[in-house]
């Protein structure tokens, strides 16, 4: 059975610091989509990055990068330069063909 | 565009009682999910569709749960003689068929069964 497992519940980082999420995977897929997705306190989940498993390249969207092990099924991001506004819960994802799994999730706090 | 919207935005029943939710998906979007959230969880995937046709379905969604997408367009959540243990953040999302499946959440509806 697919699962998703994020082993950091809560982790904290300095502001304007780099700060890495992980993120770990089970599918016999060989096609599917990852995803890491933000959801601030009280707010909706918005998506911050996603990445296709047929792509060997790691996604990059302006501030956060993620870190793509397809063998190793590991998909990890990257925050860098951190800002007091990416303090949020983060949601791994997985997309497969009708499967859809999210972790449960590591909050974030940044530290002025 | 303003995005999926879901009503009510709160609701509180007695165990007993049916309860119905509804999602309007971004219009273009042909796929519509519907998840399950408790406190200090991620989501649980319920069911989604594809138009209108309901493709997959959780086996968390007890012969109590009941979904419909009539049209394509909206959806609706009904939930039959609500027990304590569903009460939750109920999301939806919506996304396009192609582009990587990239799901937009609407804000969800918190169940309270008292």
């Known amino acids: 059975a697919q699962t998703v497992t994020q082993s950091q519940p809560e982790m904290s980082v300095q502001e304007a610091e780099t700060v890495t999420l992980s993120c770990t995977y089970d599918?016999?897929?060989?096609?599917?989509?990852l995803f890491w997705y933000k959801q601030p306190p009280s707010r909706q989940m918005i998506l911050v990055i996603r990445?296709?498993?047929?792509?060997?390249q790691n996604a990059t969207e302006n501030r956060f990068s993620v870190n793509f092990q397809k063998a190793a099924k590991s998909f990890s991001l990257k925050i860098s330069d951190s800002q007091l506004g990416d303090a949020a819960m983060y949601f791994c994802?997985?997309?497969?063909?009708?499967?859809?799994?999210f972790g449960s999730g590591t909050k974030l706090n940044v530290k002025p | 565009d303003t995005g999926v919207s879901q009503n009510p935005r709160h609701k509180i029943t007695k165990r007993g009682q049916n309860v119905t939710f509804r999602c309007d998906p971004i219009s273009e979007h042909n796929r519509l999910y519907w998840y399950r959230q408790t406190l200090g969880q991620g989501p649980e995937f319920l069911t989604y569709?594809?138009?209108?046709?309901?493709?997959?379905k959780s086996r968390l969604l007890s012969d109590r749960f009941s979904a419909e997408r009539p049209k394509g367009s909206f959806s609706t959540l009904e939930i039959q003689r609500t027990e304590q243990g569903d009460s939750a953040m109920y999301l939806c999302?919506?996304?396009?068929?192609?582009?990587?499946?990239?799901?937009?959440f609407g804000p969800g509806t918190r169940l309270t069964v008292t």
């Open positions: 999302a919506s996304s396009l068929m192609t582009g990587g499946y990239e799901q937009y």
């Open positions: 994802a997985y997309n497969g063909f009708n499967k859809f799994y």
């Open positions: 990445q296709e498993a047929y792509k060997q």
């Open positions: 599918t016999s897929e060989s096609d599917y989509y």
């Open positions: 569709f594809q138009n209108e046709a309901q493709l997959e």
